[in-house]
Protein backbone atom coordinates (compact mmCIF):
# COMPACT_ATOMS: atom_id res chain seq x y z
CA UNK A 1 0.00 0.00 0.00
CA UNK A 2 1.38 3.36 -0.66
CA UNK A 3 2.56 5.03 2.48
CA UNK A 4 0.51 8.09 3.65
CA UNK A 5 3.58 10.23 3.70
CA UNK A 6 3.58 10.05 -0.62
CA UNK A 7 -0.16 11.22 -0.66
CA UNK A 8 -1.62 15.04 -0.21
CA UNK A 9 -1.95 15.12 3.29
CA UNK A 10 -6.25 15.63 2.25
CA UNK A 11 -5.75 11.76 0.69
CA UNK A 12 -3.42 11.03 3.74
CA UNK A 13 -6.59 11.91 6.08
CA UNK A 14 -9.13 10.00 4.22
CA UNK A 15 -7.16 6.64 4.31
CA UNK A 16 -6.48 7.27 7.93
CA UNK A 17 -10.40 7.69 8.23
CA UNK A 18 -11.15 4.91 6.23
CA UNK A 19 -8.74 2.38 7.58
CA UNK A 20 -10.74 2.94 11.29
CA UNK A 21 -14.26 2.08 9.57
CA UNK A 22 -16.06 -1.41 9.73
CA UNK A 23 -17.99 -3.74 7.33
CA UNK A 24 -21.26 -5.28 7.86
CA UNK A 25 -22.52 -9.19 7.60
CA UNK A 26 -21.55 -10.66 3.96
CA UNK A 27 -23.59 -8.71 0.87
CA UNK A 28 -24.43 -10.51 -2.03
CA UNK A 29 -26.00 -8.47 -4.65
CA UNK A 30 -27.26 -8.74 -8.53
CA UNK A 31 -25.84 -6.70 -10.34
CA UNK A 32 -26.93 -4.39 -13.63
CA UNK A 33 -24.32 -4.88 -16.17
CA UNK A 34 -21.74 -2.05 -16.78
CA UNK A 35 -20.42 -3.60 -19.82
CA UNK A 36 -24.33 -3.60 -21.19
CA UNK A 37 -24.69 0.12 -20.14
CA UNK A 38 -21.95 1.23 -21.65
CA UNK A 39 -22.82 -0.87 -24.84
CA UNK A 40 -26.88 0.25 -24.60
CA UNK A 41 -25.33 4.01 -24.33
CA UNK A 42 -23.25 3.68 -27.37
CA UNK A 43 -26.08 2.16 -29.56
CA UNK A 44 -28.22 5.10 -28.28
CA UNK A 45 -25.94 7.81 -29.91
CA UNK A 46 -24.42 9.05 -26.51
CA UNK A 47 -21.09 8.96 -25.10
CA UNK A 48 -21.26 6.83 -22.17
CA UNK A 49 -20.80 8.92 -19.01
CA UNK A 50 -21.06 7.66 -15.06
CA UNK A 51 -22.42 10.92 -13.62
CA UNK A 52 -20.96 11.02 -9.95
CA UNK A 53 -23.36 12.40 -6.89
CA UNK A 54 -20.76 14.19 -4.99
CA UNK A 55 -21.77 16.61 -2.15
CA UNK A 56 -18.42 17.66 -2.16
CA UNK A 57 -14.51 16.72 -1.78
CA UNK A 58 -10.93 17.83 -1.01
CA UNK A 59 -11.02 20.00 -4.53
CA UNK A 60 -14.14 21.06 -4.43
CA UNK A 61 -15.15 24.53 -4.55
CA UNK A 62 -17.92 24.41 -2.30
CA UNK A 63 -20.94 21.95 -1.45
CA UNK A 64 -24.61 20.71 -3.31
CA UNK A 65 -26.95 19.98 -0.32
CA UNK A 66 -29.18 18.78 -3.65
CA UNK A 67 -31.34 15.81 -2.88
CA UNK A 68 -29.44 12.68 -3.83
CA UNK A 69 -32.03 10.86 -5.91
CA UNK A 70 -33.00 14.61 -7.41
CA UNK A 71 -29.54 14.37 -8.61
CA UNK A 72 -29.31 11.20 -9.70
CA UNK A 73 -32.53 11.13 -11.56
CA UNK A 74 -31.65 14.36 -13.49
CA UNK A 75 -28.24 12.67 -14.41
CA UNK A 76 -29.98 9.74 -16.10
CA UNK A 77 -32.43 11.67 -17.57
CA UNK A 78 -29.15 13.48 -19.23
CA UNK A 79 -28.20 10.62 -20.42
CA UNK A 80 -26.00 9.06 -17.82
CA UNK A 81 -25.11 5.15 -18.56
CA UNK A 82 -24.13 5.00 -15.23
CA UNK A 83 -24.20 6.83 -11.67
CA UNK A 84 -21.37 6.66 -9.08
CA UNK A 85 -22.20 7.91 -5.69
CA UNK A 86 -19.75 8.47 -2.54
CA UNK A 87 -20.13 6.54 0.49
CA UNK A 88 -17.46 8.31 2.10
CA UNK A 89 -18.55 10.52 5.00
CA UNK A 90 -15.92 12.71 6.60
CA UNK A 91 -14.43 14.29 3.33
CA UNK A 92 -17.06 13.61 0.64
CA UNK A 93 -20.36 13.96 2.74
CA UNK A 94 -21.63 10.83 1.42
CA UNK A 95 -23.42 7.95 3.07
CA UNK A 96 -24.33 4.56 2.33
CA UNK A 97 -28.27 5.09 2.57
CA UNK A 98 -27.67 7.70 -0.60
CA UNK A 99 -26.35 5.23 -2.41
CA UNK A 100 -29.42 2.71 -1.62
CA UNK A 101 -32.03 5.76 -1.87
CA UNK A 102 -30.08 6.07 -5.71
CA UNK A 103 -30.14 2.76 -6.37
CA UNK A 104 -33.68 2.48 -5.45
CA UNK A 105 -34.60 5.04 -7.47
CA UNK A 106 -32.72 5.04 -11.54
CA UNK A 107 -32.49 1.72 -13.73
CA UNK A 108 -28.84 2.10 -14.33
CA UNK A 109 -25.61 0.55 -13.26
CA UNK A 110 -24.87 2.46 -9.86
CA UNK A 111 -21.30 2.56 -8.96
CA UNK A 112 -19.92 2.69 -5.06
CA UNK A 113 -16.85 5.25 -4.63
CA UNK A 114 -14.87 5.02 -1.88
CA UNK A 115 -11.62 3.97 -0.31
CA UNK A 116 -12.04 0.61 0.29
CA UNK A 117 -8.69 -1.26 2.02
CA UNK A 118 -10.29 -4.26 3.40
CA UNK A 119 -12.85 -7.15 2.49
CA UNK A 120 -15.18 -6.17 5.24
CA UNK A 121 -15.20 -2.70 4.03
CA UNK A 122 -17.28 -4.24 0.72
CA UNK A 123 -20.04 -5.14 3.08
CA UNK A 124 -21.62 -1.97 3.56
CA UNK A 125 -24.28 -1.11 0.92
CA UNK A 126 -25.29 -3.19 -1.78
CA UNK A 127 -24.32 -1.01 -5.39
CA UNK A 128 -23.34 -2.75 -9.06
CA UNK A 129 -20.31 -1.91 -9.31
CA UNK A 130 -17.42 -0.92 -6.37
CA UNK A 131 -14.41 0.98 -6.39
CA UNK A 132 -10.92 -0.38 -5.64
CA UNK A 133 -7.92 1.94 -6.11
CA UNK A 134 -4.72 -0.25 -7.03
CA UNK A 135 -2.74 2.04 -5.50
CA UNK A 136 -4.08 1.74 -1.80
CA UNK A 137 -4.90 -1.98 -1.46
CA UNK A 138 -2.66 -4.37 -0.03
CA UNK A 139 -3.95 -7.55 -1.38
CA UNK A 140 -5.46 -6.63 -4.81
CA UNK A 141 -5.87 -9.71 -5.91
CA UNK A 142 -7.79 -11.03 -2.68
CA UNK A 143 -10.09 -8.31 -3.00
CA UNK A 144 -11.06 -8.07 -6.71
CA UNK A 145 -11.99 -11.58 -6.02
CA UNK A 146 -13.93 -11.36 -2.97
CA UNK A 147 -16.17 -8.60 -4.50
CA UNK A 148 -16.43 -10.58 -7.70
CA UNK A 149 -17.67 -13.48 -5.20
CA UNK A 150 -20.44 -11.11 -3.96
CA UNK A 151 -21.77 -10.36 -7.13
CA UNK A 152 -19.94 -6.42 -7.11
CA UNK A 153 -17.71 -6.05 -10.24
CA UNK A 154 -15.11 -4.38 -9.64
CA UNK A 155 -13.94 -1.26 -10.92
CA UNK A 156 -9.73 -1.00 -10.46
CA UNK A 157 -8.72 2.39 -10.30
CA UNK A 158 -5.23 2.96 -11.61
CA UNK A 159 -3.02 5.75 -12.01
CA UNK A 160 0.01 4.43 -14.22
CA UNK A 161 1.69 1.98 -16.26
CA UNK A 162 3.24 0.16 -13.04
CA UNK A 163 -0.43 0.00 -11.68
CA UNK A 164 -2.82 -1.14 -14.54
CA UNK A 165 -0.11 -4.40 -14.67
CA UNK A 166 -1.29 -5.17 -11.36
CA UNK A 167 -4.86 -4.49 -11.73
CA UNK A 168 -4.71 -7.43 -14.63
CA UNK A 169 -2.57 -9.63 -12.74
CA UNK A 170 -5.50 -9.16 -10.25
CA UNK A 171 -8.03 -10.15 -12.74
CA UNK A 172 -9.36 -6.66 -13.55
CA UNK A 173 -12.13 -6.56 -16.20
CA UNK A 174 -12.77 -2.84 -16.19
CA UNK A 175 -10.07 -0.20 -15.29
CA UNK A 176 -10.68 3.61 -14.62
CA UNK A 177 -7.52 5.28 -15.00
CA UNK A 178 -7.69 8.51 -12.50
CA UNK A 179 -6.02 11.66 -14.15
CA UNK A 180 -5.43 13.11 -10.77
CA UNK A 181 -2.62 12.15 -9.29
CA UNK A 182 -3.01 11.50 -5.68
CA UNK A 183 0.31 12.64 -4.28
CA UNK A 184 -0.28 16.32 -5.38
CA UNK A 185 -4.13 16.52 -6.50
CA UNK A 186 -3.18 17.58 -9.32
CA UNK A 187 -5.17 16.57 -12.62
CA UNK A 188 -3.42 16.14 -16.05
CA UNK A 189 -5.35 14.24 -19.33
CA UNK A 190 -1.86 12.93 -20.40
CA UNK A 191 -1.87 10.70 -17.69
CA UNK A 192 -4.86 8.68 -19.47
CA UNK A 193 -3.17 9.05 -22.59
CA UNK A 194 -0.30 7.82 -21.56
CA UNK A 195 -1.97 4.38 -19.68
CA UNK A 196 -4.41 3.78 -22.28
CA UNK A 197 -2.22 2.16 -24.75
CA UNK A 198 -1.43 -0.90 -22.70
CA UNK A 199 -5.07 -1.72 -21.92
CA UNK A 200 -6.02 -4.90 -23.38
CA UNK A 201 -9.10 -4.54 -25.83
CA UNK A 202 -11.28 -6.67 -24.11
CA UNK A 203 -11.14 -4.64 -20.63
CA UNK A 204 -13.22 -2.07 -20.65
CA UNK A 205 -11.91 1.37 -20.03
CA UNK A 206 -12.91 4.42 -18.37
CA UNK A 207 -11.63 7.77 -17.55
CA UNK A 208 -11.85 9.73 -14.47
CA UNK A 209 -11.18 12.98 -13.00
CA UNK A 210 -10.46 16.34 -15.05
CA UNK A 211 -13.56 15.89 -17.60
CA UNK A 212 -15.36 19.70 -17.60
CA UNK A 213 -15.69 20.04 -21.60
CA UNK A 214 -17.04 18.48 -24.56
CA UNK A 215 -13.09 19.07 -25.87
CA UNK A 216 -12.35 17.24 -23.27
CA UNK A 217 -14.74 13.96 -23.81
CA UNK A 218 -13.74 14.11 -27.60
CA UNK A 219 -9.58 13.75 -26.54
CA UNK A 220 -10.56 11.25 -23.74
CA UNK A 221 -12.56 9.30 -26.47
CA UNK A 222 -10.06 9.16 -29.09
CA UNK A 223 -7.75 8.04 -26.85
CA UNK A 224 -9.41 4.85 -26.19
CA UNK A 225 -11.63 5.88 -23.81
CA UNK A 226 -14.95 3.09 -23.10
CA UNK A 227 -16.64 5.42 -20.62
CA UNK A 228 -16.12 8.69 -18.79
CA UNK A 229 -16.25 9.25 -14.87
CA UNK A 230 -17.73 13.01 -14.66
CA UNK A 231 -18.35 14.61 -10.93
CA UNK A 232 -17.34 18.12 -10.59
CA UNK A 233 -17.83 19.04 -14.32
CA UNK A 234 -21.80 17.79 -13.63
CA UNK A 235 -22.38 19.25 -10.05
CA UNK A 236 -20.98 22.42 -10.05
CA UNK A 237 -20.06 22.84 -6.64
CA UNK A 238 -19.52 26.48 -7.20
CA UNK A 239 -22.36 27.16 -8.21
CA UNK A 240 -26.33 26.06 -8.82
CA UNK A 241 -26.59 24.71 -13.08
CA UNK A 242 -28.70 22.30 -14.18
CA UNK A 243 -26.81 18.83 -13.22
CA UNK A 244 -29.58 17.52 -16.47
CA UNK A 245 -28.59 19.99 -19.03
CA UNK A 246 -24.75 19.50 -17.51
CA UNK A 247 -24.64 15.56 -18.32
CA UNK A 248 -26.53 16.14 -21.39
CA UNK A 249 -24.35 18.28 -22.89
CA UNK A 250 -21.20 15.54 -22.21
CA UNK A 251 -23.02 12.40 -23.25
CA UNK A 252 -24.39 14.14 -26.70
CA UNK A 253 -21.02 15.54 -27.55
CA UNK A 254 -20.33 13.27 -30.52
CA UNK A 255 -23.58 14.43 -31.89
CA UNK A 256 -21.94 18.25 -32.14
Given at each position: ??????????????????????????????????????????????????????????????????????????????????????????????S?????????????????????????????????????????????????????????Q??????DV??????L??????????????????????T?????????????????????????????????????????????????????????????????
Amino acid sequence: MEEQSAVDPAVASILEAARDRSGGDRIDVDARSFPDAIAEAAADGRVPVIGEVKPTSPTAEGTRTDDPVELATAMVDGGAAAISVLTEPTHFEGSPEALTRVRDAVDVPVLRKDFLLREEHIDVVEADLVLLIARFVDDLEGLVAAARDRGFQPLVEVHDVDELEAALSAGAEIVGVNNRDLTRLEVDLETFESVAPHVPDDVALIAESGISTPDDVRRMREAGADALLVGSAIMDHGGDSDVRENTRELTQTEHT
